[in-house]
C-alpha cells in the first residue's frame, strides 16, 4: 500500500522535469504503479506521465521507438511489434502475470527500474537498443543497465534498430505467470550475434564470450557454456545459482539453435 499527498499531471516533459527537480528525493514520476503498490511508501508528489502521449510506438528513420507509457499488452500485440524480431518483445512478455496487469504495466517501469527479474529487458538487451532520457539523452541499453539509478531523470523512450535481426527467447518459471526463474535471449544479424542472460537474479547482461563462440562457428552447445562460466548467478527463493548457471547453459543453446534454424 502506498500514500501520495498531490497527484500531478504535468502538460508537457518540462513541466514534469521542473516538478522532479523541485523535490527529487520526495517525487514519483509514475509508470504503472504495479510493482509500487505491492510495498509501502509515503510519497510526497506523483508525477502522472500519462497525458504525454508517450504511449505511442512508432517506426521512424529505421528504428522501432516505444514510449515509456507503452504497456506490456501492447508490445504483445502491436504489429509493428510482434512482425519484427521474430516476435521477441511480445514472446518475452507474454508470461508476465496475466492480461489484465500487462495492460497496466509499462514499458518504462520496467526498464527504469532495471528489476533483475525482467524478462522484457533481457530482450532488449539482446537487439540494438537505446534508451532516451529526458535530461542524459540517448544512451546504449547496456551502458544503461549497468549504471545506477538516477531519480532525477526521466525516461522518455526505448529505441530498437530496426535492422531485421532473427531473435529468440527462453526462460524457465517455476509457473507459468511466476517470474522467471532464469531467462535468455539471442539474436543473429548477418553473423553477428548477441546474447543476454537476465533473473540471475541480478540485472540482465551480455555475455560477449557466448556471443564470440556464435561469431566463431562454435555451435550453440558451446555458446551456453561460456555463458555459464562467464556471468555470475546467485541464489534466492527460486533457485540456487548452480541451478541457474546450469539453465543459462541451456536456455542459450535453446535459443541459439531456434536461430539457427530461422536463418536456414
Known amino acids: 500500500m502506498y500514500t501520495i499527498k498531490t497527484y500531478m499531471f504535468p502538460e508537457s516533459l518540462a513541466e514534469a522535469d521542473e516538478l522532479l527537480q523541485r523535490d527529487v528525493r520526495n517525487t514519483?514520476?509514475?509508470?504503472?504503479?504495479?510493482?509500487l503498490k505491492l510495498g509501502r511508501r509515503r510519497i510526497s508528489r506523483a508525477i502522472d506521465l500519462t497525458r504525454l502521449g508517450l504511449n505511442q510506438i512508432e517506426v521512424k528513420d529505421g528504428w522501432l521507438e516505444l514510449g515509456a507509457c507503452v504497456t506490456l499488452r501492447q508490445l504483445e500485440t502491436d504489429p509493428a511489434v510482434t512482425s519484427r524480431f521474430d516476435n521477441?518483445?511480445?514472446?518475452?512478455v507474454s508470461h508476465i502475470v496475466g492480461v489484465q496487469f500487462r495492460n497496466c504495466a509499462t514499458l518504462g517501469g520496467s526498464v527504469f527500474s532495471r528489476f533483475g527479474f525482467s524478462d522484457l529487458t533481457c530482450a532488449l538487451l539482446a537487439?540494438?537498443?537505446?534508451?532516451?532520457?529526458?535530461?542524459?539523452?540517448?544512451v546504449p541499453l547496456e551502458e544503461f543497465m549497468a549504471s545506477p539509478i538516477a531519480f532525477d531523470d526521466i525516461l522518455v523512450k526505448v529505441r530498437v534498430k530496426d535492422d531485421g535481426r532473427r531473435a529468440a527467447y527462453e526462460s524457465v518459471r517455476r509457473s507459468s505467470t511466476d517470474f522467471p526463474t532464469l531467462a535468455a535471449a539471442v539474436s543473429c544479424l548477418e553473423g553477428k550475434w548477441k546474447v543476454s542472460v537476465g533473473?540471475?537474479?541480478a540485472r540482465a547482461m551480455l555475455s560477449a564470450q557466448a556471443a564470440a563462440?556464435?561469431?566463431?562457428?562454435?555451435?550453440?552447445?558451446?555458446?551456453?557454456?561460456?555463458?555459464a562460466h562467464e556471468l555470475t548467478y546467485g541464489s534466492d527463493l527460486r533457485a540456487g545459482a548452480d541451478y541457474r548457471r546450469k539453465l543459462a547453459a541451456v536456455l542459450v543453446r535453446r535459443a541459439a539453435q531456434t536461430c539457427m534454424e530461422g536463418n536456414r
Not at 514519483?28 to 510493482?35: D, I, N, Q, S
Not at 566463431?216 to 551456453?224: D, F, I, K
Request: hydrophobic share 40%; aromatic share 4%; net charge negative.
Open 28 to 35: 514519483a514520476v509514475l509508470g504503472g504503479c504495479c510493482w
Open 213 to 227: 563462440c556464435l561469431d566463431q562457428g562454435q555451435g550453440p552447445e558451446a555458446a551456453g557454456e561460456a555463458a
Open 199 to 201: 533473473a540471475r537474479p
Open 88 to 92: 521477441l518483445l511480445g514472446q518475452a
Open 127 to 138: 537487439l540494438e537498443t537505446t534508451v532516451v532520457l529526458y535530461r542524459g539523452g540517448e
